[in-house]
Structures are given as structure tokens and as C-alpha cells.
């Protein structure tokens, strides 16, 4: 049996008030949401910006399958399912991306380092602007912070560097990039942290 680091207390965080009250909250993926959540769409320009949903669920079974947790989320406006968001943790890279990772630059800032981060994280494109994804972003920082698979010294996630909406949106978390500019070559995606 994989060990998720997932308990059930992870629920709590007021899941039921903020259903009746209207407010930004995140659930688990369920057999009930997981349909919904594959058919929420970001802007056509958007694409290139995350994984489609399936897929990222793709690498969520491929995560667990190969022992590494990753917490996979719905997030909801109370009753209405608005985006999904997927956290993992890292303290060894050890997945089926290892070889592209090691030999990344960003790899010797982590080497050594246990993170949490956040791998997949998207609006539907008809509930943008709205706030919704800044306070999911709180709430998954809020849920980071609650350590489920023990003390980590940083939050860290990756954009593509045209991504003005998502850059602004971390950087007002304190996620700060942790190379400069010369290091990315084109196509890469930018990594920032921020120390919990
Ligand atoms: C990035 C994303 C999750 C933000 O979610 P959102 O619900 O639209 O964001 P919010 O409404 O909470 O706005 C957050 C900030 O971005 C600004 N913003 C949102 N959409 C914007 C737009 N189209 N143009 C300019 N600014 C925008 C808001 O004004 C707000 O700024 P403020 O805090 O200074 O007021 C969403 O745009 C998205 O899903 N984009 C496509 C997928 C993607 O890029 N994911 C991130 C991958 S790294």
C-alpha cells in the first residue's frame, strides 16, 4: 500500500460552510468530481500554459503508482466546480522524469531540499478573473502549510515565462524566481519558491 500522506482531517478546512456560503474551498478528486474536473477548459491561448486535466491525472496515477503522493483538487465556488489544483512533495526526485530534472539547473537548488509543490493549477476560462484563483492559492498554501507529509522548507511551482497572469498571482504570494535570466533557455518553464 503507497503511502499518500493523505488523512482525512485534510477535509476539514471548513469544507461545509464554504459549500453553503458561496466561498473558493477545495475537495479531493472523487469518482463524483473526476468527470467534471476533466472537462474544465482554460483559453485556447491558455494552453500552452498547463497540462490538460486528464493528463495531469495521468501524472497523478503515475505519481502514486510509483510511491510518490500527490494530492489532486477540485476547487469550487461553493456548490460549482471552478478549477483543479495538484500539490506533490518532494524530497528526492525520484519519478519517471528524473533524467530531464537532474540535469536541469533548478536541480541543484533542490538537491537536498524537501518541497512541496505545486505542479498543476488552472481556472476554467469561464470563471476567470474573478479572484477565484488567488484564493485557491491561498488555500493550497494554507493546506501545504498543514505539512501532510512532514516539514518541508519551501513551496515551489514553474511557469512559462509569458505567463504575466500567473507570475504576478505568485510573486504576490512571495514565490521568488530562483535563477536569473540567463540560465532558461527557450521553452523552459521558470521556477520560483517560497520559504514556509
Ligand atoms: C492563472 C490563473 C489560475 C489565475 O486564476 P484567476 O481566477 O483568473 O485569477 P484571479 O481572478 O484570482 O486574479 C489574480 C490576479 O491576476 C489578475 N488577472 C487575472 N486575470 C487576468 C487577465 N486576464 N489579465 C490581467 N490580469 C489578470 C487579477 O487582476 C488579479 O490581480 P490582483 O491580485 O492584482 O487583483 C488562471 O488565469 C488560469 O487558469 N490560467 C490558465 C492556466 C495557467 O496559466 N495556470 C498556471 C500555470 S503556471
Known sequence: MVDTCWEDDHKAMDVEVRKEMKQIHLEKVTEDNVGGIVRLRVAK???SFVASNDWSLIDAYLSLAEGKPVFPFGIYYGKTLVGFIMMDYGDDWT?????AWLNSEDYKFFEGKKYYYVWRFMIDKKYQGRGYGKEAMKLALDFIRTFP???AEY???SYEPENEVAKKLY???GFKEILGPGYYEEG???TAV???
Do not use: P
Open 45 to 47: 491561448e491558455q494552453k
Open 95 to 99: 519519478g519517471y522524469e528524473r533524467e
Open 149 to 151: 507529509c512532514g516539514k
Open 155 to 157: 513551496s515551489a511551482l
Open 171 to 173: 510573486a504576490s504570494f
Open 188 to 190: 523552459d518553464e521558470i
Open 194 to 196: 517560497l520559504k514556509l
